[in-house]
């Protein structure tokens, strides 16, 4: 059986709280040898730690999600730090940029200025948790919804200390090869199985092998035929065989691509205990 890594699952959330032993033993049973639980906030990762102090495949990254900015504190990266020195910790993030939901598109509407505030607090906390990053040596999870562009010019200053894998990536071939240039990866989710994510499939047929990972976003995005269901890990099996189908490669082929740049991205799981 071919190996693969589940790179990017939320496993603290409550959607797994009555059965995560059970998910985690299907993830194994079907060739998924590695997870990371990627946190949101300070305290989901914490939680994210917990689980890899639990479960030996389980790896954390620790961050601040971008949607999540009005309730973050002032300057994240003291607390950061501290969650980041953790030994089964191998990456910062999730962070990023999304401007899809600005608070003027919401019910109760914002204004344009509330806008500006917010996408300001966004790049705050982005910057300092690439700084973060820096300081101690590991890689981003970067989150970006209709934000590419302010995304990649926050990056700049950072490549050749930091590098990002563009999780859940939807963008064309043109922007898949900004990213890449930039030293970056991105990364692919059950999106791809989507009938309607063409887009998906040709930036995945144009992604050289070692530039790109595999990831469910667990418990979203589950691909068909579970599509609309809860996501698991164990579910980067069906990914694993539509990517193969789209390279025209083996499933061990794209076994050792993947968890390949995963080991190099995310250098601490070879040396985590």
Same mark, same amino acid.
């Given at each position: ?5 589940? /790179? $990017?699952? %939320? ?7 009555q ?24 305290e ?11 479960f ?8 601040? %999600? ?27 993030g ?16 914002? /204004? ?30 970067? %989150? ?22 563009? $999780?859940?990536?939807?963008d ?20 791809? !199985?989507?009938?309607?994510?063409? /887009? ?14 595999l ?27 539509l ?14 691509? /993947?968890?390949? !740049? ?12």
């Amino acid at each position: 059986m071919a190996v693969f890594y589940d /790179t $990017h699952a %939320h496993l603290d959330y409550p959607d797994y709280a009555q059965d995560l032993q059970q998910v985690i033993a299907r993830s194994e049973a079907a060739g998924i040898t590695k997870i990371i639980s990627i946190g949101t906030d300070l305290e989901s990762s914490r939680r994210a730690i917990e689980l890899a102090e639990q479960f030996p495949g389980v790896y954390a990254a620790v961050g601040w %999600h971008p949607t999540n900015v009005e309730e973050a504190p002032d300057d994240l990266r003291p607390a950061l730090r501290l969650l980041a020195n953790h030994p089964k910790v191998v990456a910062i993030g999730e962070t990023g940029l999304d401007y899809y939901r600005l608070p003027s598109t919401q019910q109760e509407k914002g /204004t344009p200025e509330d806008d500006e505030r917010y996408k300001k607090k966004q790049a705050a906390i982005f910057q300092q948790q690439l700084e973060v990053a820096a300081e101690c040596g590991l890689n981003c999870i970067i %989150h970006t919804r209709s934000s590419l562009e302010d995304t990649l010019k926050q990056m700049e200053p950072f490549i050749g200390r930091v590098k990002g894998v563009f $999780h859940c990536f939807v963008d064309n071939p043109a922007a898949m090869q900004r990213v890449l240039q930039m030293g970056s990866l991105v990364s692919f989710t059950g999106i791809a !199985t989507f009938k309607n994510a063409q /887009t998906v499939r040709d930036t995945i047929a144009a992604t050289p092998l070692g530039k790109f990972m595999l990831e469910t976003d667990s418990p979203y995005l589950a691909p068909v035929p579970y599509r609309g269901k809860r996501c698991e890990p164990g579910y980067v099996k069906e990914i694993s065989e539509l990517v193969a189908s789209v390279k025209e490669c083996s499933l061990e082929e794209l076994s050792r691509a /993947t968890c390949a !740049t995963a080991a190099g991205f995310f250098h601490k799981i070879s040396t985590a205990s």
